[in-house]
């Protein structure tokens, strides 16, 4: 076999290794409160507490915590590991009690442009119905704190939110007061139609490789869709409850914010196909 054939089927077989994260914040190695805290890769600031202005109708004066103790993610996450369904690695999480929110840094999602991102948190929503809400929104600096998207709780369902609230996409069930993840895909096109996709796991479920259907799925309102997104916001906490916030991520590929990756024979087969190809043009 030439090394060209070789080569061919390696570079068949290397297409499914996760590039690197781009923004990941694990609360981890943190003190009290959330608030000035600065680790994590990927942003351009420090998280900065509440208030926050939403467009003149979001105002949050409370803040968030760290705490002790474990989310787990469901089996086959990768980036947390210890227990049958995957126990942090950190020992902590953030108890959201109110708002924080923080700058992205060079990594800053520009919606005018052709790309995919994809976005991962792990969560857990302490109540029911006015027990728990819980809020992560991707916003733009240029319209004050306007939510370009967001994925938010209610009544132990999970919906998307697209232009400051005022459209939104269906609802997916989770179990309220357990660990769930949450994985989003965004793509976004110069030619202006912006979709926004997500799928949530709950705790003790498996979770094998990018959904071929998305449990959500949404389009960003034409007034957003060349806006930059360089902040994200988090808000949490009803009726004294704490809504709990751990691992989150944005990356290029569902691997990096994951690290779960199709099934190597999957590319195997890939690469046999490419290399049968390859023999029948010689012949």
Same mark, same amino acid.
């Given at each position: ?106 990594? /800053? ?19 029911? +119905? ?16 306007? /939510? ?60 094998? +490789? ?33 809504? /709990? ?37 010689? /012949?």
């Amino acid at each position: 076999m030439k090394p060209t054939l070789v080569g061919t089927a390696l570079a068949v077989l290397s297409l499914h290794m996760p590039a690197a994260v781009l923004v990941y914040d694990g609360f981890t190695n943190y003190s009290d409160p959330l608030g000035l805290q600065n680790g994590g890769t990927g942003f351009g600031s420090s998280w900065q507490n509440g208030p926050v202005s939403n467009g003149g109708t979001d105002a949050v004066s409370s803040s968030a915590t760290l705490n002790d103790g474990n989310l787990d993610a469901p089996s086959g996450y990768v980036f947390q590991s210890g227990s049958s369904s995957g126990s942090d690695v950190n020992g902590s999480h953030i108890d959201l009690t109110g708002g924080a929110i923080r700058n992205l840094g060079s990594n /800053r999602i520009d919606l005018g442009t052709d790309q995919t991102r994809y976005f991962s948190f792990l969560f857990n929503q302490s109540g029911s +119905g006015s027990g728990g809400v819980l809020n992560v929104a991707f916003l733009s600096s240029s319209t004050l704190g306007r /939510r370009i998207w967001e994925s938010g709780t209610s009544s132990s369902s999970m919906s998307l939110d697209f232009g400051n609230d005022s459209s939104s996409a269906g609802g997916v069930g989770f179990t309220a007061g357990s660990d769930s993840l949450v994985v989003g895909k965004l793509v976004s096109s110069a030619a202006g139609v912006d979709t926004v996709s997500l799928s949530l796991w709950d705790r003790g479920s498996s979770i094998s +490789g990018e959904p071929m259907s998305w449990d959500l799925s949404g389009t960003v309102e034409v007034g957003d869709q060349d806006a930059v997104i360089n902040r994200v916001y988090l808000t949490g906490g009803n009726n004294g409850n704490f809504d /709990r916030v751990d691992e989150f991520i944005i990356g290029n590929s569902f691997a990096d914010v994951t690290g779960v990756i199709p099934e190597p024979s999957t590319f195997a087969l890939l690469a046999m196909a490419m290399l049968g190809l390859l023999f029948q043009r010689r /012949r």
